[in-house]
């Protein structure tokens, strides 16, 4: 399984992007897909993440009520919405899909690049 992120930029506080992660390759499992990001100079930190269905989701307490992940029609494509964006949002937001829904990233198997996120005060 291939991915692909996409969608990164610099944006002012209070603004929103939406992240694209696009699955090619061996995507018929319905993997269940999660975002993570790193800031500079930390770990890496589990965002969200979404059943391989799509009908379940959760998120991580930071981002709750203004980050959201969905599927594409087409289940091989995830999106993060990322609205009242913050400065301290600012990372570098990776996609990953794995097995079961899961915010640790040992579950996930496949990653894509990361995508660069500025937030500016």
């Known amino acids: 399984v291939q991915l692909q992120a996409s969608g990164g930029g610099s944006v002012q506080a209070g603004g929103s992007l939406r992240l694209s992660c696009a699955a090619s390759?061996?995507?018929?499992?319905?993997?269940?897909m999660g975002w993570f990001r790193r800031a500079p100079g930390t770990e890496r930190e589990f965002v969200g993440a979404?059943?391989?269905?799509?009908?379940?989701?959760y998120y991580a307490d930071f981002v709750k009520g203004r980050f959201t992940i969905s599927r594409g029609n087409a289940k091989n494509t995830v999106y993060l919405q990322m609205n009242s964006l913050k400065p301290e949002d600012t990372a570098d937001y990776y996609c990953?899909?794995?097995?079961?829904?899961?915010?640790?990233?040992?579950?996930?198997?496949?990653w894509g690049q990361g995508t660069q996120v500025t937030v500016s005060s």
């Open positions: 979404i059943s391989g269905s799509g009908r379940r989701s």
């Open positions: 390759g061996r995507t018929e499992s319905n993997y269940a």
């Open positions: 990953a899909a794995g097995l079961s829904l899961s915010s640790h990233e040992m579950t996930y198997g496949y």
